[in-house]
């Protein structure tokens, strides 16, 4: 694969997720009590919520693991009030601040950034909306320059938070001294419709919680590296418009995900996937956007891929479900732990994520191994080593055991 080295990195990434902890087995259980009048659905219920990949997702909303009779968000016969959209909004704007700031937070002191430092935010999300909004509180929580960029990414879906970090490296590559913070939170659960229809059990079975944070920028001395940024590239693939929808409804947002995306991504994928690459069929890192078992299974079977190079986003779905736009940087945190505990050397490949419309997002990863980045020429505020780097010189980065990658 040819990566082109443009001294870009991801250079500190940070995840978070509510408390509250669903079952998938326990849910499946519960949901199917609420469907007792609907055998069908229940049915139907049952198989997607086994087959979907998902073991245990999280919520912000304890309710949620009320029993069936108690719960609103469940099809019932109670007379208990659905939660309507103003009630889920408020949630949200209750709920989705703690999480950006806890995960934004560890991004920073993952890339050993200062706030002070951050030119650009770009927030992230498509399960809520106010204003002011998510970007003021950072600011304020964060510490960050009141004369930040602000720019806010709403409603966009799930191919959202790549489009962040592609806009991110973009930036950086434009102006030499920008530190972009992106920040994606997004609160799935509380769009479950109280419905017997397949689409809203669809999407009641694979989604939860989450917020995810990633700094981008070109770094410098002290600072930290984990991914290099190569080319991205973006395409609303044809004819397509109708299999992905989400709009908002009386009782939160409506979900309609129809079950031909898969096969759609097999067919229009490997032209724009021939775009970025160039030809080269021989990445090493595949970061995909989990948005169902069954994308993972297509980009697998598509490019012959591993159980290995497919395992951090087939993890992240079945030990958090689908979290929409934030997902992305749990699959690439989650490779970056993995290439840590192996001892792995410099690794080239692909990140990609799909959304509404339907969208395509991709761009050229680089790993970067920590030995390589002459930790013994930066000092932590302690004055003791960072386990970490140098990246003065542009030829560092470009550099892994003294050869050029």
Request: aromatic residues 6%.
């Amino acid at each position: 694969m040819k990566f082109i080295h443009r001294n870009i990195a991801i250079q500190g990434l940070g995840t978070a997720v509510p408390e509250h902890k669903l079952d998938q087995a326990d849910t499946s259980e519960r949901l199917g009590q609420a469907l007792a009048g609907y055998p069908d659905s229940r049915r139907w219920a049952k198989r997607i919520f086994k087959q979907c990949g998902v073991e245990t997702r999280y919520t912000v909303e304890p309710e949620l693991l009320n029993p069936a009779d108690e719960c609103r968000y469940f099809p019932n016969s109670s007379d208990l009030t659905v939660p309507g959209t103003a009630e889920r909004m408020d949630t949200y704007k209750k709920e989705s601040v703690p999480l950006a700031l806890k995960s934004a937070r560890q991004a920073l002191q993952d890339a050993r950034v200062d706030a002070s430092a951050i030119t650009h935010l770009i927030t992230v999300s498509c399960t809520g909306q106010y204003l002011p909004g998510l970007d003021t509180h950072l600011i304020r929580e964060l510490g960050l320059p009141r004369t930040v960029n602000r720019i806010p990414f709403n409603f966009l879906g799930c191919a959202a938070g790549l489009k962040g970090v592609c806009l991110g490296s973009q930036i950086a590559a434009r102006e030499a001294q920008a530190k972009i913070l992106v920040v994606s939170v997004e609160l799935c659960t509380l769009h479950i419709q109280p419905s017997s229809r397949r689409e809203a059990l669809f999407g009641a079975s694979f989604f939860g919680d989450g917020s995810s944070a990633c700094v981008i920028g070109m770094p410098k001395t002290g600072e930290n590296a984990i991914y290099q940024l190569g080319l991205d590239h973006s395409v609303l693939l044809a004819d397509s418009a109708d299999e992905m929808i989400w709009e908002v409804g009386d009782h939160g947002f409506d979900l309609y995900l129809s079950p031909d995306i898969p096969k759609l991504l097999s067919r229009f994928v490997p032209e724009q996937m021939e775009v970025l690459l160039g030809g080269s069929r021989d990445a090493e890192l595949w970061a995909i956007h989990p948005g169902g078992k069954g994308i993972v299974d297509t980009i697998e079977q598509l490019y012959g891929l591993s159980g290995e190079q497919t395992a951090s986003s087939r993890a992240i779905l079945r030990n958090f479900g689908n979290m929409s736009s934030a997902t992305i940087l749990f699959v690439l945190a989650h490779m970056r732990d993995r290439l840590v505990e192996t001892g792995a050397k410099a690794a080239s490949g692909v990140a990609l994520a799909f959304g509404p419309g339907l969208t395509c997002e991709m761009i050229q990863i680089q790993y970067v191994p920590q030995h390589s980045l002459h930790p013994e020429k930066t000092s932590s505020p302690e004055g003791k080593a960072f386990p970490g780097t140098d990246h003065s010189d542009t030829e560092t980065l470009l550099k892994v055991d003294g050869a050029h990658v």
